[in-house]
């Protein structure tokens, strides 16, 4: 069964850091490009990162362009967002997918940025 289950979110402070992951089950996992999105309560849900196959291209959304960044570990079936300079607008809740591999969301982690 294909399945999601990201971690690492909370609560932190504007300019802080943290580091999302995303453990990835169920598919053969080097053999797709894997995407973080956010969402807020009352908002259309946002794509954050996309990150090719192999690791060797990635593409972010304006909003978060020069902060956070995506990575994979194919070995470990594992896709990371380090996530720098939180800002409070950031706070959402974020989920991982492989975008051709439709229909499947783990249950995502809430991030909080605020004083």
């Known amino acids: 069964q294909v399945q999601f289950v990201e971690s690492g979110g909370g609560l932190v402070q504007p300019g802080g850091s943290l580091r999302l992951s995303c453990a990835a089950s169920?598919?053969?996992?080097?053999?797709?490009?894997m995407n973080w999105h956010r969402q807020v309560p009352g908002k259309e849900r946002e794509l954050v990162a996309t990150?090719?196959?192999?690791?060797?291209?990635?593409n972010y959304a304006d909003s978060v362009k020069g902060r956070f960044t995506i990575s994979r570990d194919n070995a470990k079936n594992m896709v990371y967002l380090q996530m720098n300079s939180l800002k409070p607008e950031d706070t959402a809740v974020y989920y991982c997918?492989?975008?051709?591999?439709?229909?499947?969301w783990g249950q995502g982690t809430q991030v909080t940025v605020s004083s």
């Open positions: 997918n492989a975008p051709t591999l439709r229909g499947y």
């Open positions: 169920g598919f053969t996992f080097r053999r797709y490009n």
């Open positions: 990150i090719t196959t192999g690791g060797g291209s990635s």
